[in-house]
């Protein structure tokens, strides 16, 4: 094991923070939390962590195991997240509020809007560019800030303001459209 080189580990941490965005995802963790009653920060942040980690280190064998190549994996995640935009922008509600409950904090909070199919991807590229140890540090990093915002989700909330939320919301439900739209072409050939 070699000396932990902390320039490549702030790289590492910094690509991750930007593909997981957790600050973009605010207002679908607020709508999230409106719709399940609460966000169990602890255990999305958990699962968040075991996801990345596992995924980190044996996520090519596990895809091929399931007969999964990146790709399908990739779709998958952007079809997740097109309905989510899709309802944050046009106020829809397409998931039952009672599928919600606990499992909110899960699906699709921990998979696929934080630990989704853009950071596993860019996991799997970051493993042929950096030392493991460096990205789980990266990956930990992370995981504490994801849990810092999704534990003070309330407080950012009554920051914004209900008027805030709701143009945040309707942002980066666009945004979040063109990500799953990007994620869906850049994965097919058609």
């Known amino acids: 094991m ?15 923070f930007a593909i997981i965005d957790i600050l973009g995802a605010i207002p679908v963790i607020i709508q999230l939390r409106h719709r399940a009653g609460h966000i169990e920060s602890e ?4 699962v968040v962590l075991v996801l990345m980690v596992v995924f980190l280190l044996i996520g090519d064998q596990l895809l091929d195991i399931i007969g999964l190549d990146i790709a399908s994996f990739a779709i998958a995640g952007s079809l997740v997240i097109f309905i989510i ?6 106020g829809i509600h397409l998931f039952k509020s009672d599928d919600m409950g606990s499992t909110a904090s899960i699906v699709p909070l921990a998979f696929p809007l934080i630990a989704g ?5 860019t996991l799997l590229s970051l493993k ?3 030392p493991t140890e460096e990205i789980i540090i990266g990956i930990f990093i992370n995981t504490v800030f994801v849990y810092l915002v999704l534990k003070n989700v309330q407080w950012l909330e009554k920051l914004f303001g209900k008027t805030g939320i ?3 919301r309707k942002a980066f439900g666009i945004i979040l459209l063109a990500i799953a739209i990007k994620l869906f072409r850049s994965n097919t050939h058609l």
């Open 117 to 121: 199919a853009g950071t596993m991807t």
């Open 128 to 130: 042929s560019q950096y």
């Open 166 to 168: 709701d143009i945040l």
């Open 43 to 46: 255990k999305a942040s958990i």
């Open 85 to 90: 935009a899709m309802e944050m922008i046009l």
């Open 2 to 16: 070699h000396p932990v080189n902390f320039k490549e580990v702030l790289s590492v941490t910094m690509i991750l």
